[in-house]
Structures are given as C-alpha cells and as structure tokens.
C-alpha cells in the first residue's frame, strides 16, 4: 500500500465560520459595485447635477481606491484562514503550498474569462497572480510582512495615482476616463480590444492590490475579523484613525474636482493623485475593521439581516461575477441599454439595488442548502477527487 507524503487535502464546509470575515465580505460587494457601476456609463453628468456631485464626493471619500484594498486585504486574509484549517487537519507545507498555488491558478483562469468575456475590471485573475507569488509569505516572520507590505505600497501608490493624475489635471471625474462603457462598439470588437489591452491592465492590478494582500495575511495571523471581540479597542483605534487619515488624504481630490480649489498647481495635483490612493488602502482596511466591531453586537442577536449578509459573504465570489452580468444587461446596447441614460448618481443606486437583491438571493440558497456556483466551481478544480489506495 502506497502512503501518501501528507492526509488528503480536502475542502471545508461553512459550519462555524466565522461571522466578521463573512460579513466583511458581504459589505465589500456593496463597495464593489459603487465603485464599478459607474463604469458603464458614457457621461457621469448626466442626470441631477446636485446628486451627482454628492454622489462623487461619497465616492472619492469611500469607494474610489477603497473598494479594492478593502476586497484585497480580505483575499489575504481568507488565505491564511485556509492555511490554518489545512494545517490543523495535518496537510504539511508542501501540500498546503500545492493546494493554494492550484487554487490561485483556477482563480486567474477564471478572472481571464471574466474579462474578455464580460467585462476588462476583473480583479479575480490579479489576486490570483498575488496569491501564486505570495504564497510563501504566509511562513515569513510578522516584520517581514510589514517591510513588504510598506515597501509595496509604493509602486502601488504610484501606478494607483497615476490614473487619477488624468482626470485632476483635466477636471473631470475619474470614472470618466475609466469608462469602459460599449458606445458603438458591438461584443466582437470589445473582446478583440479587451484582448490587446488586458494584459497590461492585469499587471497594474497585481501592484496595486499586493500590499493589501500582504496586511490582510499579518491581520488573519492575529485574528483581528474573526475574534473581534478580543481586539476591540485595538480596532476601534484603528478604524477612527485610518479612517480619518483616509478623509483627510481625499480631500484635495475633492476640492480640485468640486472646483473649490481653484487652478492648482502641477506639483498639487500630483500630490493629490497620491494622497487620495495612498490614503485609500487606510480606508478600505479601516472599513473591514469598522465592520469586524459591528460584527461584535451582531452576534448576539443573529437577525434576519445579519444572517443574509453573511450569506452574501459566503457566496462573494458568485455576487462579484453576477454583478459584471447584472451590469451588462442593464448598461449595454446587448440589454437595456442604459448607459446614455444614466450618469454618477443613477449608476450608484443601480448598484445599490443591485446589492439588496443579492443579499436576497443569496439568502434564498442559504435557506435551500445551496452553495454559490462559483464557489462551488473553484472547489472542484482546487481540491483532488479522493482516490483508494492502490497496493
């Protein structure tokens, strides 16, 4: 009979998740797809100018290079988690270090057909790629982890700031030169462009959610989301004092876009395309925190809402890709084509809607047994069939 070198790796159920991470995730979504819905749309100035205004400066102050860090720093999280349950089971590092390189592959296969066939904002590939590079940070020593995590916060800050370099200088919004709306194109065409331009996109991804990716694997060390209640006054330190580095750094930004700050300089305008990222990876973390202490009530009571979002946090990576189909449908010519029609504000409650009908359904399958289809995919291509022993 042939031993094999460690016990079968195998998946884990949801029983006794943790609640913080679950709802953290769930919250995240709602983050995401403010930050992306607006995407969709050729003018965000369309529609009330006063509500889109308010609309932009919520978004500069709270989703816009907030969302990310916030889904990232999750990622690295979930990875340790993962780490931790395998290990307890008696999987060595060897087949711990398989299992996640093989799921961080699946995850970039994946993220690929998201975006040539979607749309070219997915991130799932770029975490893939961050998982695979980063997996062996996940034995390095706590003050490695920070010297990473800092030192990759620079070259993420920079490639992060110079996409809000653009529209600081020109004055306009920065989702309108993210714009990946359809105008005229036809599908055909929007893939052939996806497919010269993704790549290169896809590279930009991978630096800019590395350093969250590194903080959330220091994070989970410590079990800051999943045992809240040990931490509290540690985390409430730290989400009123990120969250106010983060509100001040986005300030410039939305005085140089508000028109409040009138004529800046170069040498101001890039700073502000600095800040308002560079700040935004203390708010999006702060975000996780501030949702880890509301987490610490919500487990005494278990409501209805609360047992839902957990259950949209349970099933994010189905959400996510849905939301690229929801947003397809609505915005494209292929569907309703909304996309003319609707500007900053429109596209945020589109999002909005959106995610309260989500939570719905999600708690429908928890109700039903049922697991996310995409969660349930990466489980089947992760994990190896158990097989008899052979003699």
Known sequence: MTTPASPPVRATGTADRALAPDLARGVMLLAIAMAHAPLFVTAVERGP?????????????????????????????????????????????????????????????????????????????????????????????DATLLWVGGAALVPATLVTGLGMLLPLSQGVSSYTVGSIAAGDQGMAEMFVDRLQTWPFALVILVVSVTP?????????????????ERHRGLL???????????VLGALPAIAMQTGVWAAPTAAEIGAAAL??????????????????????????????????????????????????VVFTAVFFPVGLGLQDDLGLAGATAVAAVSWVIAIAAADVMRRTGRRGPAEVLLRRLTYPRPRPDST
């Not at 100018?49 to 400066?57: D, H, K, S």
């Not at 699946?106 to 991130?123: E, N, Q, S, T």
């Not at 409430?236 to 983060?246: C, K, L, N, P």
């Not at 957990?310 to 890709?321: F, H, I, K, N, P």
């Open 49 to 141: 100018a006063l509500a889109n205004e308010i609309t932009g400066v919520i978004h500069l102050l709270f989703v816009h290079n907030h969302a990310r860090p916030m889904f990232a720093f999750l990622y690295g999280y979930a990875l340790v988690q993962l780490y931790d349950r395998q290990t307890r089971r008696g999987t060595d590092w060897a087949g711990v270090r398989g299992l996640l390189r093989r799921r961080s592959s699946w995850l970039v296969a994946i993220g690929a057909v998201h975006a040539l066939l979607l749309v070219p904002i997915d991130v799932l590939a770029a975490y893939g790629i961050a998982g695979f590079l980063l997996v062996g940070l996940l034995r390095a020593k």
């Open 212 to 228: 969250a990716v590194v903080f959330g694997i220091w994070a989970a060390r410590r079990h800051y989301l999943d045992e809240p």
């Open 236 to 246: 409430v330190r730290f989400t009123v004092v990120a969250t106010g580095i983060s």
């Open 275 to 324: 800040f308002q990222p560079l700040t935004g990876y203390f708010g999006g973390i702060a975000l996780a925190g501030a949702v880890a202490l509301a987490a610490i009530a919500a487990a005494r009571t278990r409501g209805p809402i609360t047992t839902a979002l957990q259950a949209l946090g349970q099933r994010s990576m189905t959400v996510y890709l849905a939301q690229s």
